[in-house]
């Protein structure tokens, strides 16, 4: 069964100390891997994008990373306006479903 | 430009009601998904349309759940005779054609709460 599971489930990181989240997936044939920020209250807002393993992607302090088995968004001097919810989630070759897993809540303290 | 938009917002219904979810997506995004989310957890997949077609509804729970979108565009999700497990939020999102297609955009949500 096509699964996603997420660590930490929770990180606390001081401003400026860099960090990474890890997302295992397994997934029969991968034909995307998706990262999605989550504000409480609030519905996901789409990041990035990965398909291939070596493949990486990055926006202001977040860079994403794929291999066969996982992915990580690498979170460069985080500032407390990146504190959120962050879910990954894939799609199989073989479905339209998404899978997301559980999510990573990071605080980032001042 | 307008995002996705949810009604209602929240709904609380008594057990043995039934309910209808409604999505409108944005303007032009051709695929649309229902997705429900616990609290502390990701957005589970319910079903998913491509145009007015449902290409798969493997998520949903059982058959009190239904959904359609006749036009392509607006998306009702129906609960028949609800039952307090059904209380959770339900999400929708939609996704561009073409390059974009894997960039889903998701609504505020509709809460519901079964008593």
């Known amino acids: 069964e096509d699964q996603v599971t997420q660590s930490p489930e929770a990180l606390r990181l001081q401003e400026g100390e860099s960090s990474s989240l890890n997302c295992s997936y397994t997934?029969?044939?991968?034909?995307?891997l998706f990262w999605y920020r989550q504000d409480p209250g609030k519905g996901p807002e789409f990041l990035f994008t990965?398909?291939?393993a070596g493949e990486e992607k990055e926006k202001e302090r977040l860079k994403a990373t794929l291999t066969k088995k996982e992915s990580f968004l690498h979170i460069t001097a985080p500032k407390p306006e990146d504190s959120a919810t962050y879910l990954c989630?894939?799609?199989?070759?073989?479905?339209?479903?998404?899978?997301f897993g559980p999510g990573t809540s990071l605080s980032v303290i001042p | 430009g307008a995002g996705v938009s949810q009604s209602p917002r929240y709904k609380v219904t008594k057990r043995g009601q039934d309910v209808a979810l409604r999505c409108d997506p944005i303007?032009?995004?051709?695929?649309l998904y229902w997705y429900r989310q616990a609290l502390g957890q990701g957005p589970e997949f319910l079903t998913y349309?491509?145009?007015?077609?449902?290409?798969?509804k493997s998520g949903l729970p059982n058959d009190r759940f239904s959904a359609e979108r006749p036009e392509g565009s607006i998306s009702t999700l129906t609960i028949q005779r609800t039952e307090q497990r059904d209380s959770a939020m339900y999400r929708c999102?939609?996704?561009?054609?073409?390059?974009?297609?894997?960039?889903?955009?998701f609504g505020p949500g509709t809460r519901l709460t079964v008593t």
């Open positions: 999102a939609s996704s561009p054609p073409g390059g974009q297609r894997n960039e889903q955009y």
């Open positions: 997934v029969s044939g991968l034909r995307g």
């Open positions: 990965l398909y291939s």
């Open positions: 989630a894939v799609q199989g070759t073989s479905y339209d479903k998404v899978i």
């Open positions: 303007s032009g995004h051709v695929s």
């Open positions: 349309f491509n145009y007015e077609a449902q290409q798969d």
